[in-house]
């Protein structure tokens, strides 16, 4: 009788761990490649700051803005299509120079005290290869929030990776629009505004961790 027993437990174990063993592994989320498998861009870029600017019709109004540039070192043409979101602790996503006065870029610019840098509707289109064909530009923001605490700022368009999104079954996710979900390889930097009101210090901007994410 014990025996018999035994041998059934020893079967109904088997079989669970087979089911474990067979059943379809959980996807990852998909992560970039290790090494680059597409095309990818030189980015280089300054560290967030903050401005305000008298616009007409406002009044003072403050602003963040990052300055970059860009540099195609691939063997051909590429087609740099820029795009900057802000991720904030409350949970936006601010996309970069919607309805942006030209007096800031304007004020920006003598700040920065570059004569090369371009506004965003110009940066982008046709980049040609080699250091010489380098464009230099500027991503703004309104001002989400008097406390930005911690934030992210998340760049696509510097490389031609991607996924298409799939399911555990493999199969293709779509949106509500029944559209396929790609991925692209997207740049993430991840800023700290040293300074709130738990604590008094200066209110500068360090850069806490950046990297490469699908997104």
Request: hydrophobic share 35%; proline share 7%; net charge neutral.
């Amino acid at each position: 009788m014990i025996r018999h027993l035994a041998v059934a437990l020893g079967a109904a174990c088997v079989a669970v761990l087979f089911s474990f063993v067979t059943r379809p592994a959980r996807a990852d989320y998909p992560k970039p490649s290790i090494y680059p498998i597409s095309w990818e861009l030189k980015f280089d870029h300054g560290s967030p700051k903050r401005v305000v600017v008298d616009v007409p019709g406002t009044g003072s109004t403050p602003y963040w803005y990052m300055t970059y540039s860009v540099t195609n070192n691939t063997d051909k043409e590429q087609q740099f299509l820029p795009i900057f979101e802000m991720l904030t602790t409350d949970g936006q996503v601010i996309r970069s120079d919607k309805s942006i006065p030209d007096k800031v870029f304007d004020t920006i610019k003598n700040l920065e005290r570059n004569r090369f840098l371009l506004p965003s509707h110009q940066v982008g289109g046709e980049l040609r290869i080699g250091d010489d064909q380098t464009k230099e530009s500027v991503a703004i923001w309104p001002e989400p929030m008097p406390r930005m605490g911690t934030f992210s700022i998340f760049v696509g368009g510097l490389s031609g990776e991607s996924v298409n999104l799939k399911d555990d079954k493999g199969d293709p996710m779509k949106d509500k629009d029944g559209m396929q979900i790609i991925l692209r390889k997207t740049k993430q930097l991840e800023y700290q505004v040293r300074g709130d009101e738990h604590y008094s210090g200066p209110d500068s901007v360090g850069l806490k961790s950046e990297g490469w994410v699908m997104r």
